[in-house]
């Protein structure tokens, strides 16, 4: 088994993520976050939070509705250029991303570049292309008492989309907010929620998949001052990585987007990348995309999206600088680096070291023997003790010691607790550390 191999079985073996619609065989490119990994996905998420918006004097959040007028989808340009290149093997009819099977080449792949890239279908080893094309990776849907039908005018207009990302949401936003709040330029918006992309070939875990969460900032900058709020926001992305979110400085590398590669509305993008398991992958990208979505706002809804300067009265669209993140890919950089496997005692153990902040239960409670009602019950005062204190614990007294320890490494618990005899002589109980095994004895009441 390979590590990613490792970490999909433990997911599933433990409750952290369990593939889409697993009681019917699946459905492609979905998955299902168990109790552990909504414990763990939540903790990321609200650490997140709380760096980039509680900590701070200038971002605020939003939440807005996933569903939203498809203009706002022609104003941002996804209608038209939000797709995949699709190529069809004429000989076994199946699909591929093209610039995903062939080297070297880029989403804007022609198809005369394609064909010189000699490509043999993945699925039946023949050379037999049909031409690119482009695909959009939107979810349609259609909104009101209607059905879908190609034909009906009706229906045509009653198509909308699930979002592709997060950010418009803000984008489409930001005028309410400046005519309510009055922010001082610069500020963010920060949201985070669900977002859709019909993916052609959904693969590598949840790094690829059709539904995944997000988590966006759009800070609104003076245009000259670009620049510097970008380097501002690049440094703040590699604290929040590595201090918050726990992963090695040595497994993030900054890749500057070439202009050919970039999405239609940035001018600089860095992309974040990660040493997953399975190679290098994006991690996060963080995007200066100009004045571009709001002045596209301003055009397709007549509204001025100006801002005017509270000192100097000058008007004019902010530009914007855009951290972009998946959950799911910040999840999966967090469990793999928390992902070792030891000796203990001539015994192999599989060990999740997450930090304590994020790991889903900070504390195991267990009485020594489960059929001694006297350590039952001091263990569950103490149980209830910790529970008030720290929120996130649990109980476990199945089997024997070392099998509690073993589950509660694999599930990243960073001490267990256990109640013997002694405790109930002199009020202390064993502390056992996930990560260096060591026991010590210490009082209740210093917990
Ligand atoms: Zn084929």
């Known amino acids: 088994m390979d590590s990613l191999e490792k970490i999909v079985s433990l997911c599933k073996r433990r409750g952290f993520i369990f593939p889409g619609s697993d009681v019917y065989g699946g459905f492609a490119g979905t998955w299902d976050f168990g109790p552990l990994g909504t414990t763990l996905k ?31 989808w022609e104003a941002s340009g996804h209608t038209s250029t939000f797709a995949d290149p699709l190529v069809e093997c004429k000989e076994c009819k199946s699909r591929f991303r093209a610039d995903k099977i062939a080297n070297n080449i880029t989403e804007s792949v022609t198809t005369e570049e394609f ?16 031409p690119i094309r482009k695909f959009n990776m ?9 059905l879908p039908d190609d034909n009906d005018e ?15 949401g803000i984008f489409t936003n930001y005028k309410n907010v400046v005519d309510t709040i009055y922010p001082n330029l610069p500020f963010g918006l920060a949201q985070q929620g669900k977002a859709f992309r019909n993916e052609i070939s959904p693969r590598d875990f949840i790094l690829r998949d059709r539904e995944c969460s997000q988590m966006e900032i759009e800070y609104f900058v003076a245009p000259d001052t670009w620049e510097d709020n970008f380097e501002i926001m690049r440094k703040a992305q590699h604290e929040f990585l590595e201090k918050i979110a726990g992963l090695n400085p040595s497994s993030i590398h900054e890749y500057e987007v070439p202009p050919e590669d970039r999405a239609h509305y940035s001018k600089r993008t860095i992309d974040f990348m990660f040493d997953y398991p399975n ?17 596209n706002i301003q055009k397709a809804s007549g509204k001025s999206m100006e801002y005017r300067d509270k000192i100097t009265k000058e008007a004019f669209i902010p530009h914007v ?24 005692n001539g015994e192999k ?17 267990s009485p020594l023997l489960k059929n001694k009602p006297e350590l039952v019950e001091k263990a569950k005062t103490v149980y209830n003790l ?13 089997g024997n010691i070392g099998k509690r320890y073993r589950k509660q490494d694999e599930i990243g618990t960073p001490k267990c607790v256990v109640i013997d005899f002694e405790t109930l002589e002199n009020n202390t109980v064993t502390i056992r550390d996930r990560d260096t095994t060591e026991q010590i004895r210490k009082d209740i009441a210093n917990l």
């Not at 910790?386 to 199945?398: E, H, M, Q, V």
Request: hydrophobic share 40%; charged share 25%; proline share 4%.
């Open 42 to 72: 939540k903790n990321l998420m609200d650490a997140w939070w709380k760096f980039f918006v509680d900590d701070r004097d200038n971002i605020y959040g939003i939440d807005a509705a996933i569903l939203m007028n498809p203009k706002t």
């Open 321 to 344: 600088i855009e951290p972009s993140i998946g959950v799911e890919r910040l999840f999966l950089a967090v469990l793999s680096t928390a992902y070792h496997e030891d000796e203990v």
């Open 349 to 365: 153990r599989i060990v999740l070291k997450l930090p304590e902040h994020l790991a889903p239960y900070k504390y195991c409670v």
């Open 138 to 146: 939107m979810f349609t849907t259609h909104v009101g008492a209607v």
């Open 154 to 168: 009706l229906s045509q207009k009653s198509i909308a989309y699930l979002r592709p990302e997060t950010a418009q």
């Open 386 to 398: 910790l529970r008030k204190k720290y929120g996130n614990i649990t109980w476990d007294d199945s």
């Open 279 to 295: 190679g290098e992958e994006e991690l996060m990208g963080l995007a200066y995309r100009t004045d571009f979505d709001l002045s």
């Open 115 to 130: 064909l010189d890239t000699h490509t043999k279908c993945p699925v039946c080893g023949k050379e037999s292309w049909g």
